[in-house]
Each structure stands twice: as C-alpha cells, then as structure tokens.
C-alpha cells in the first residue's frame, strides 16, 4: 500500500499537468510573430518599432507564419485614438493568402499626405481568427534643437551718420 500511494499520485499529477491545460489554437501555433516596422530607406520593412512619425510612409506590418501550409491572414490597422477619427475605425485593412511553402506575409500602409497623430492598434486575422493585437504611437517629428554653443544674437546694422561738409 505505501508504493501505491506514491505512485497513485504520481498519476494524478501528471494527468492534471497534461489535462489542466487548454488545447492551444491551431492559429495561435501558425503565428510564428508578427511587428511593425519603419521603411529600411530602401523601399524594405526595417527594424521592430512600436513608435512612429506622422512622416514615417509607409509603415510595415510583417508577419511570420510558423507553418508553410497556405493560409489567409488579414491586417486592420485600428484607429484607437486620434483626433478626427472615431474610435475603432479601421484606417487600412488588407489580406493575403499564403501560397505552399510561404511563412513571411509584408503588409505595407501609407496615407493619402501624412498619418495623423495618435494611437493605433493592428489586428492580424489567421483564417478569420483574431489572433494577435499590436499598439503604436504616431507622433508628430520633434524639431530639432539649433545647438545653444553655436548661438550668435543677430547684429543689427548701425545707422550710418551722414557728413556734413561745412564751407
């Protein structure tokens, strides 16, 4: 009886550990990840960034898939808070579906002039699953700062005196 105990409870820890937990959605394992990305200057998303300027054009969404079996993922890039724009309206939305053997989907969104300052939200869809949420700030470029060591007060040109020539 006192090696049955251990090992009944061996059992039982183990099944809770394996049955405990939910199934993961078969989405959820395609998502390999997904970021937001400025353009690299050569026309390529460029780094992560989850900050932008309003003159950031385009602004890339790249998504990396986890399996190569072809799916159809969709982007809508939410408007959340920006002035002018109702919350949750979808400013761009996009989709794609993968081909056999493709696990890399580029979105890429730009504004008619300039993006408008505020938050926003992309959604990305796997096969109409919601399946990852990003937020980001657009924000209007900060002015550059005219170093205060080179500083020099304008001179103002003195009045010339006329002459007077005296007889």
């Known amino acids: ?47 992560a960034s989850a900050e932008f300027a309003t003159t950031d054009i385009p602004i890339y969404c790249v998504v990396l898939l986890g399996s ?20 949750e309206t979808k400013v761009v939305s996009t989709s794609y ?17 300039l993006w408008i300052a505020g938050k926003y939200r992309a959604d990305i869809f796997i096969d109409n699953t919601l399946v990852k949420k990003m937020d980001s700030d657009i924000r209007k470029p900060a002015v550059p700062l005219k170093s205060a060591l080179g500083f020099q007060p304008k001179q103002t040109a003195r009045p010339k005196t006329a002459s007077v020539k005296r007889n």
């Not at 190569?68 to 919350?87: D, I």
């Open 97 to 113: 579906t993968t081909k056999d053997n493709q696990n890399r989907v580029n979105f890429s969104g730009r504004p008619d002039k």
């Open 1 to 47: 009886m006192r090696v049955l105990l251990p090992l009944l409870l061996a059992i039982f820890f183990t099944a809770a550990g394996v049955f405990g937990q939910p199934p993961e959605a078969a989405e959820m394992r395609v998502l390999e990840d997904m970021y937001l990305a400025k353009d690299d200057g050569s026309g390529k998303a460029g780094d």
């Open 68 to 87: 190569a079996s072809p799916v159809t993922v969709r982007m809508n890039l939410v408007a959340v808070a920006v002035a002018g724009v109702k919350a």
